[in-house]
């Protein structure tokens, strides 16, 4: 413990008087993605609306053709990162260097498949996943504990007016047989099983079902007229809009982060500290509540990112970077994301036409320069 402890001191020591960020190599490098643009996933939302609903064009759930496109373009991106560093092979990865690993959902494998395709073209990269039906423990684990905490938060705004318009909820079934006719009133219970997400029922749960039709049908490329029947024409409405599934996002997973994130925190732990024996390049690719709980949990400084309405975005990546003066390591982390108006356009990504970049810091780690290099030694000591 007293070699780790110096040679910790030894790192910040060092970083601090002879960093040059110009001279690192980019060394190994862990992507934790969200999956891409998909088809809605809500049952039931006709009872939230007497106007009918738009027919989605493939299963619930599973990645459009709009949502590979885009992860395509996010493959090719990394790929001319990765080759601006000399980080790979020029052709394809050799097998030992590329490990990729996500949950069973179909969505998530989907979008590993469409990066893969795109950074290392014509290259034979295998995807791992559990063969098991339902989801992935590591990647979406419910206990007990949660219903207690749940329970308790009561933090809830009234910012569902806008919903209570646009649905016209008070002619609903929700309405009539549940008595939920105004959003802004709380009347939440639990949903839940085992292995699954936690959903507090009520106005939370109608408005995230609701706003992730409008939002995943706006990103896939639907006419504005038949987003939410053609009520949502501006950004700041879209601003108010996804507040509400920023607040139920937070009620289910930032207050219960320590207890239904333990597995993938433990598995990410043991990663990083076990980081000589891996792979150049890891990609796990897995959900938004994933994120929210690598983020909180590691103790990220939070911040609300430039360009996007959405805490975190589709089709976004959390990348751990490795670099190296050949003596010392140092740890960066940038969240790397398309914004609200690239995912509707759906150009290609470019040096020129960037995905967006934000430096993520961690408020415990030494560094607090713009660069976002932490020590590794420190990192690994502390994750």
């Known amino acids: 413990m007293t070699k780790l402890l110096v040679s910790?001191?030894?790192?910040?020591?060092?970083?601090?008087?002879?960093?040059?960020?110009?001279?690192?190599?980019?060394?190994?490098v862990l992507i934790f993605s969200r999956h891409n643009v998909r088809y809605p996933v809500a049952d039931g939302l006709e009872r939230y609306t007497r106007k009918p609903w738009p027919r989605l064009s493939g299963p619930k759930g599973t990645l459009t053709p709009k949502g590979a496109r885009l992860e395509g373009y996010m493959g090719e991106y990394f790929s001319k990162w990765f080759k601006s560093n000399n980080f790979l092979n020029e052709e394809c990865p050799d097998d030992d260097q590329v490990y990729v690993y996500t949950n069973t959902a179909s969505r998530t494998k989907a979008t590993a498949r469409a990066f893969l395709e795109s950074a290392f073209k014509d290259c034979s990269v295998p995807i791992h996943h559990k063969n098991i039906d339902g989801p992935d423990p590591l990647f979406a684990p419910v206990t007990e504990v949660i219903k207690r905490k749940v329970l308790n938060n009561k933090k809830l705004k009234e910012v569902y007016l806008e919903l209570n318009d646009i649905l016209d909820i008070e002619e609903s079934d929700v309405c009539k047989e549940d008595g939920i006719c105004d959003l802004t009133e709380p009347k939440n219970s639990i949903y839940y099983?085992?292995?699954?997400?936690?959903?507090?029922?009520?106005?939370?749960?109608?408005?995230?079902?609701?706003?992730?039709?409008?939002?995943?049908?706006?990103?896939?490329?639907?006419?504005?007229?038949?987003?939410?029947?053609?009520?949502?024409?501006?950004?700041?409405?879209?601003?108010?809009?996804?507040?509400?599934?920023?607040?139920?996002?937070?009620?289910?997973?930032?207050?219960?982060?320590?207890?239904?994130?333990?597995?993938?925190?433990?598995?990410?732990?043991?990663?990083?500290?076990?980081?000589?024996?891996?792979?150049?390049?890891?990609?796990?690719?897995?959900?938004?509540?994933?994120?929210?709980?690598?983020?909180?949990?590691?103790?990220?400084?939070?911040?609300?990112?430039?360009?996007?309405?959405?805490?975190?975005?589709?089709?976004?990546?959390?990348?751990?970077?490795?670099?190296?003066?050949?003596?010392?390591?140092?740890?960066?982390?940038?969240?790397?994301?398309?914004?609200?108006?690239?995912?509707?356009?759906?150009?290609?990504?470019?040096?020129?036409?960037?995905?967006?970049?934000?430096?993520?810091?961690?408020?415990?780690?030494?560094d607090k320069n713009s660069e976002g290099f932490c020590p590794w030694n420190e990192f690994v000591s502390k994750v």
Request: proline share 6%; charged share 25%; hydrophobic share 40%.
């Open 8 to 28: 910790v001191f030894l790192s910040i020591v060092l970083f601090y008087n002879v960093l040059d960020a110009k001279e690192l190599k980019l060394k190994q």
């Open 193 to 366: 099983e085992v292995g699954k997400e936690v959903w507090v029922y009520g106005p939370p749960f109608i408005a995230n079902s609701v706003m992730d039709f409008f939002v995943m049908t706006y990103y896939d490329g639907v006419p504005i007229k038949d987003i939410a029947w053609g009520k949502i024409r501006s950004q700041e409405k879209w601003k108010i809009l996804t507040e509400l599934p920023r607040q139920d996002h937070d009620i289910r997973y930032t207050t219960l982060a320590e207890d239904i994130g333990a597995p993938l925190m433990s598995y990410l732990r043991e990663t990083f500290q076990d980081f000589d024996e891996k792979p150049k390049l890891t990609l796990i690719v897995g959900h938004d509540y994933n994120m929210n709980t690598i983020v909180t949990n590691m103790g990220f400084e939070q911040k609300d990112l430039p360009n996007q309405f959405e805490k975190f975005p589709i089709g976004g990546k959390l990348v751990f970077q490795r670099w190296t003066d050949g003596v010392n390591d140092f740890l960066r982390v940038e969240y790397v994301y398309p914004s609200w108006s690239q995912l509707r356009c759906g150009r290609r990504y470019s040096f020129k036409n960037p995905p967006q970049r934000v430096v993520m810091r961690l408020n415990w780690c030494s």
